[in-house]
């Protein structure tokens, strides 16, 4: 957002140019504004992520009532930008950083930093099958809490088995006249606080060990999905009007291909620091390696980031 | 802020538009409408005098959800002389807007 920027002339050299403001760019804002680091967060949309999206938030320390991430993640960049934190609405496309110093190029201009924090999050990842782009937004949705009001009163499909898939399906089971969950085991990996949750719906109905292997259209539509049974290979037709794919996310790294060394998934591998193998660099949040992939995870990636880079230019 | 039309302004504001025009159909309870939302105001200030930039509350305009097929939020719809241009699905950034725009 260009009211932001004002003061800065094109050509200073940032200390540290931060790229994403999810809650892992943000806290890392924060904290490398503290230090006197001059320091921008490079957004392709309004700063919050993935965690602006997430419409009640249970998980949070501090916050006993199920809170909105939007207004949290609004709030965590207005704390940001009070200490300094520049926000630059623009989305990164390229970066050089084995230049010195490091640049960054956006859809509207190149700017420089000594050092750099890779905190651009991930997407849902799709499920690549025949007809999928044609029927997204024609049935196929990534996002229950957006898409979930189109489905009132009809049948619709959740594929996943994760804290995502089980959330989705109890909240479309509150609007919808029924819920398939598709999953390819026989368990759901999702958090144990959900299980009972899914148990008392009655208009729920499990579909283990199966997979979505093809897309039903009817007149440019979803029309229903063709399962298998991974075990023993059966095919079965649920006619269904959505499709809520909750598969799993995907890194958003594309633009990093050929500078940093990226997992084979396409995270950046980055050690407890954050630290890349590239000097001056480093990752934040959902893009990198690591075990658990949570707002409150992503905000201390984000403080030991800043802290690293902090005493990387002293 | 991009203005909010409603389907009584929809005919003369965007089909009968002597300019490009940008619409956001969106709903108020939707994450990435809100994410959306500042860039959209940004781009309208920066194409205002060579095209236009309107919001639909899908809520309150359902007819106009209908007829356009917006069954995922938001859904950005670039219009041309009364018909559609482009179309795109989910949240994007405003390089994306002003590509729509021509």
Redo the contacts between chains.
Sequence with gaps: ??ELQDGRGDNDVLDVAIIGAGPAGLTAGLYAARSGLSCAMFE???P?GQL????HLENYPGFIQSTS??ELTMIMHEQATAFGARTI???VMAVDLAAVPKRITT??GAYEAKAVIVATGSRPAKLELPMEPEL????V?Y?A???G??YRGKDVVVVGGGDTAAADAIYLARICRKVYLVHRRDALRATAIYHQRLQELENLEFVWDSEVVNYLAEDG?VGGVRVRGVKDGAERDIAASGVFIAIGMRPNTEFLEGQLPLDEVGYVMADERGATEVAGVFAAGDVRTKVLRQAVTAVSDGAVCADEIAEFLS | MSEVISSADFQSKVLDADKPVLVDFFATWCGPCRMLAPVLDEVAGEVAGRAYVYKVDIDQSPDLAGKYGVSSVPTLIAFENGQIKKQTLGAQPKQNLLAMLG
């Design positions: 957002m260009t392709r949309l309004t919050g602006a999206t997430t419409e991430g939007f609405g623009e989305e859809a509207f997204e937004g024609r049935g949705s996002c809490t957006c898409d009001n189109f539509k």
